[in-house]
């Protein structure tokens, strides 16, 4: 039985959060509101608790999970943080940035993939802050769907794909950015590495770190398994329509920033449904729900405008695109 408990997302009630703390204490599973998707947690140091969410998700084990932390004090404990990544975190933390790092031997292997480094960020949220802090350790959760599938950005979708595989959900509504942190591999500060792009602009980090972010080699990428292609995907076929092109034929249902009416080239277009967003952010807020909403409607096919703008959350959300319609980066 999975149980769904309703906690307001500023003030969140001690009873609630301190009965889903005793879950984690007890090596179960949470799922937790954040600011950017509803992530799956458990104990980060108990081995046993972090195997039940590679299970609950049908994830495969050598993709590491991202460990939250309530304090600077728990991230120094473990890592090995060097001046560049304290900086990075005093920045932008609580927020939608995760840090890799060479791993404290106190994180077990399961919650890292395996690897010799960890992935840490601080959630902007207080329910997920709160919990962190009465459980009274570090909380490993990769976001709250099942594997492969759209992340969700509300408590009903977590409960929809998790339901019977979970002891309990933190309902504390929709979530701010929809779009899952951004990755970075800070073990060598003179290099740094964008892992995967996300709810913080690259370049709002490049300011700080005053050097460019590298995209990895194919190396490197095999290191963070997690951002192959294929993920985020709906259960029906996406494809990509850019602005001035040729619309997609068979289209049922279609979401972006320009009504296709009047911005492709080739008319009439027959799709059904339509979702146009009002800004960039707002596309990355509403992509993973839209997904989900389209293929509840029985939807057989859906077109998605590739944004023009990779400023802020453009680069994420291109990302996103890209893997929901099974392309390769
Ligand atoms: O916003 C988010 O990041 C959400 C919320 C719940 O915090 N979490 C999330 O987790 O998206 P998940 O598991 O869906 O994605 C974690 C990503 C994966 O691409 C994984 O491969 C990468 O982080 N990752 C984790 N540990 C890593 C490590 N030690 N080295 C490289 N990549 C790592
Ligand atoms: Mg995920």
Redesign the pocket.
């Given at each position: 039985m999975t149980t769904v408990s309703a906690v307001d997302r500023w003030h969140p009630s001690p009873y609630v959060i301190s009965k889903a703390a005793r879950v984690i204490q007890s090596g179960g599973l949470v799922a937790f509101p954040?600011?950017?998707?509803?992530?799956?947690g458990a104990d980060a140091l108990n081995e046993e608790a972090v195997k039940k969410i590679y299970i609950a998700k049908g994830?495969p084990s050598d993709?590491?999970?991202?460990v939250?932390v309530n304090s600077i004090f728990m991230f120094k404990a473990l890592a090995e943080v060097n001046s560049v990544a304290l900086e990075l975190a005093r920045k932008f933390w609580p927020g939608?940035l995760?840090l890799?790092l060479p791993?404290d031997d106190i994180i077990p292997p399961t919650t890292?993939?395996g690897?010799?480094?960890?992935?840490i960020?601080m959630?902007d949220n207080p329910v997920?802050l709160d919990l962190i802090g009465y459980s009274g350790t570090p909380i490993a959760?990769?976001?709250?769907?099942l594997s492969g599938r759209p992340?969700p950005t509300d408590a009903d979708t977590v409960h929809h794909d998790m339901d019977g595989r979970i002891d309990m959900i933190l309902d504390g509504g929709s979530t701010e950015?929809g779009?899952?942190?951004t990755?970075i591999?800070v073990s060598d500060p003179s290099r740094v590495l964008l892992?995967?792009p996300?709810?913080l602009a690259a370049e709002l980090i490049e300011d700080v770190i005053g050097m460019k972010l590298e995209v990895p080699d194919d190396v490197s990428k095999k290191?963070?398994?997690?951002?192959h292609y294929r993920?985020y995907a709906p259960k029906v076929p996406v494809k990509i329509w850019k602005k001035g092109e040729p619309f997609p034929s068979g289209a049922v249902a279609f979401m972006g920033l320009n009504d296709p009416k009047g911005n492709a080239l080739d008319e009439p277009i027959k799709y059904v449904r339509k979702i146009i967003f009002t800004s960039t952010a707002n596309y990355a807020h509403g992509l993973f729900a839209a997904f989900r909403k389209f293929e509840n409607e029985n939807i057989s096919s859906i077109v998605v405008q590739w944004p023009d703008d990779i400023t802020g959350v453009g680069a994420g959300l291109r990302d996103r695109i890209l893997r929901a319609a099974g392309i390769e980066q």
């Open positions: 954040t600011e950017t998707v509803y992530g799956l994830r993709n590491p999970l991202i939250h939608p995760t890799v791993a890292r993939g690897l010799a480094t960890v992935a960020r959630p997920a959760a990769p976001s709250a769907n992340s950015l779009i899952e942190s990755v591999d892992l995967r996300g709810g290191k963070s398994p997690g951002t993920h």
